[in-house]
């Protein structure tokens, strides 16, 4: 019995010395290891840390939009950055956005999307999808749809930290997450009239569009860095 037993666990540590990967199975590597979004993904890069290539600002105020350490800083006055691409034609319908966000206190900003470039004023078409810190006077918070879904009173994330943006848009859905949960989720009912449900928002409707980072005032200080788009 002793040797049947000795022979059976040199089997089993042979095995064991053949199948490496076996015993690493379980040793997966932590979410927080992921890697950014890529191109063979079919994710595009929107920024590249260094200058404004593939956006145009429309200097409502100028200077509202600069580079610090590898990322965006909105600040100075109400100013609209609109993404243009590489070709300065960029559009989008269905799509998926991801980025970085930092507000400071006090600060407000936006993403838009499904919008188009304008000289001046809030963009007016399409929707903006709320930047806002925990300590700015307006209650419209982080991670809502602007005066649609809004996120109210209490901000999912702090003042002075980075914190990962999503935007979904598929069919007549919009959904945005906040570090990876959801924020703001809207579908678009039938027969949907901005005009009628929204006080000076009749654009507020989903077609096609490019998107766009507001500097809303000049208290306001927000930074954006790792921004990717793909094309559903």
Known sequence: MKFNHLASLAFILALTACNP????????????AATAPTETDGWVSMFNGKDL?????????????SIEDGALKVSNGRAHLFYVGPNGDAKFTDFEFKGKVKHMPG?????????EYQDKGWPEKGYECQVNSTSHKDPKKTGGLYAVKDVLDTAPVGDDEWFDYSIKVEGKRIIISINGKVTSDFTEPDGWDPATALKNMAGRKLSSGTMA???????????????????L
């Open 21 to 32: 990967a076996e015993v690493k199975s379980n040793d997966a590597a932590p979410a927080s």
């Open 53 to 65: 290539s593939g956006w145009k600002s429309n200097e409502e105020t100028p200077g509202s939009f």
């Open 107 to 115: 600060s407000n900003s936006g993403l838009y999307i499904h919008t």
């Open 213 to 231: 980072i507001q500097a809303h005032d000049p208290k306001s200080v927000v930074y954006f860095k790792d921004l990717y788009i793909k094309a």
